[in-house]
């Protein structure tokens, strides 16, 4: 899995859509909801690009993020081990003729 920085704004309307251009990437906001709340965020691959989206006033969401995903990831696991394997194929009939 790659991991990603998360960078978000509580001060911009989640529905419209930011750009922002970077030396190594050129990100474009998206709604997305992090521990109950909607915010306007950005994902993006390199540390530097969360530096400058820092500067220009955004707020680093990373761990927060990572948490929100973990959980995601421990409740599957979990749902997984406690469902039943399902045969396959056509069932059998118990009618004969």
Known sequence: ME?????????RDPKLKIKFYAYSETLTSQSYEISGKVACTMFCKKETTLN?????GWKDCTKEY??????KEEDLVS???ETKKVK????KSTKRK
């Open 3 to 11: 991991k990603l920085f998360v960078a978000r704004r509580f001060d």
């Open 52 to 56: 400058r989206l820092l500067k220009e």
């Open 66 to 71: 990572r948490d929100q995903l973990a959980k």
């Open 79 to 81: 749902s997984k081990k």
């Open 88 to 91: 396959r194929g056509r069932p």
